[in-house]
């Protein structure tokens, strides 16, 4: 079971540039067993800051990006069938629990409601998960650790976090960094230099300006070290940033012209 558990440890220091006191803050609620909810546009460095801080804390870290097709069984664990009769599997959350993982639910207003529900008794002082076909009472580990993400932009009625839910946790907020911390984590990232970082910065700014005016999100980081990868090999910057930042952001031809216009001002 080491074995396994051992390939959820990150081996090497994953690179992330704190924003503000997220590390401080995140330590202190790992330190009193809160589970975290991190907000914030996708794209903006919250799987990042995990897995830094799974390395960091030295845990191992289970991640499950959740899915409206993802089940209870899926995350707390079924029984299999094999040559010898069945045999019980725990899922991601029941590992996780049981082995002192932090487990992170990435998007996890994806899974259906009643899906969530699962990890409400692990997330008060009950910390435990009860596997209800195996007939087990899982008390957590003490090191295991509840994270989950959670993008305010997408929420609708209908995929929403319950209050029920939403109230078990301490949350942090994420947003897209300021201007040079940005383009210190793109060149950083993109292996590109920081003047062309700074420009795509820029570019991303003026698209974050149209959320909401044509644009359901604006460029994220995650886009912009695509766009800088791709010049890192020589691409031209035009192009890079048609084919990385533009085409996929929008089908909109007039939202197109504008945010290429926006990338011809800068390069
Ligand atoms: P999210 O989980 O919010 O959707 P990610 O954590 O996957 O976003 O971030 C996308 C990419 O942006 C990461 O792979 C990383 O390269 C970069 N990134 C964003 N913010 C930071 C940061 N503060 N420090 C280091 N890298 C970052």
Redesign the pocket.
């Known amino acids: 079971m080491s074995d396994i558990l051992e390939q959820y440890r990150i081996p090497a220091e994953p690179?992330?540039?704190?924003?503000a006191d997220e590390v401080t803050l995140f330590e202190a609620a790992y330190a009193a067993k809160m589970p975290l909810m991190l907000k914030?546009p996708?794209?903006?460095?919250?799987?990042?800051?995990v897995e830094h801080m799974a390395w960091w804390l030295g845990k191992p870290l289970v991640t499950v990006a959740c899915n409206e097709d993802m089940t209870a069984s899926d995350l707390v664990g079924r029984f299999l069938l094999d040559a010898s009769g069945t045999r019980w599997q725990d899922g991601p959350l029941a590992f996780a629990a049981r082995h002192g993982a932090i487990c992170y639910l990435?998007e996890v207003v994806e899974a259906r409601q009643d899906t969530t529900v699962v990890i409400h008794p692990l997330t008060d002082k009950r910390r435990a998960l009860p596997l209800e076909k195996k007939g087990e009472f899982l008390r957590a580990h003490p090191d295991f650790h509840l994270v989950i993400?959670y993008n305010p932009g997408y929420q609708s009625l209908m995929k929403d976090l319950k209050q029920s839910t939403k109230q078990r946790f301490g949350a942090l907020d994420?947003h897209y960094?300021a201007h040079a911390v940005e383009s210190e984590?793109v060149a950083h990232?993109a292996k590109i230099d920081v003047a062309a970082a700074d420009k795509l910065v820029a570019i991303a700014e003026r698209s974050r300006n149209l959320k909401g005016h044509g644009l359901d999100e604006g460029l994220?980081?995650?886009m912009l070290?695509h766009a800088g990868e791709l010049i890192a090999r020589g691409v031209a910057p035009l192009a890079a940033c048609r084919v990385a930042l533009v085409r996929p952001i929008t089908d909109d031809p007039d939202m197109r012209d504008a945010l290429d216009a926006a990338v011809a001002t800068f390069f």
């Open positions: 690179y992330y540039r704190p924003v914030g996708t794209g903006c460095g919250k799987t990042r800051f990435d993400s994420f960094p984590i990232e994220s980081t995650r070290i």
